[in-house]
Nanobody, 119 residues
Framework: QVRLVESGGGSVAAGGSLRLSCVAS????????MGWFRQTPGKDRAVVAI?????YYIDSVKGRFTVSRDIAKNTVYLQMNSLKPEDTAMYYC???????????????WGQGTQVTVSS
């Protein structure tokens, strides 16, 4: 049983910060590709950040978001600073991610945590 549970979302004013957490179980965490994706109504779920042997960020969050993981706690984090209204979305933790010519994908997903940034 693979299970991913996100937490840490909420409502903040522009310029504020949040830290999302994702606790994983049911698979080998230490060498697995993990990611954060987000989705807004009417749009496809899209990658935000990836942590594997290194890290990857989409251009719009570079310098503001930091993805990390604590293997001992089986947890991956997304530290989000200088939040903007356009960051508002449902954020999903993902496991067994990968890359192909079409972009990033993942096999396992958490339930999502809502992030709302007011102007």
């Amino acid at each position: 049983q693979v299970r991913l549970v996100e937490s840490g979302g909420g409502s903040v004013a522009a310029g504020g910060s949040l830290r999302l957490s994702c606790v994983a179980s049911g698979y080998r965490f230490s060498s697995n590709c993990m990611g954060w994706f987000r989705q807004t109504p009417g749009k496809d779920r899209a990658v935000v950040a990836i942590v594997d042997s290194g890290t990857y960020y989409i251009d719009s969050v570079k310098g503001r978001f930091t993805v990390s993981r604590d293997i001992a706690k089986n947890t991956v984090y997304l530290q989000m600073n200088s939040l903007k209204p356009e960051d508002t979305a449902m954020y999903y933790c993902a496991a067994n991610c990968g890359w192909n010519e079409g972009g990033w994908y993942a096999v396992y997903w958490g339930q999502g945590t809502q992030v709302t940034v007011s102007s």
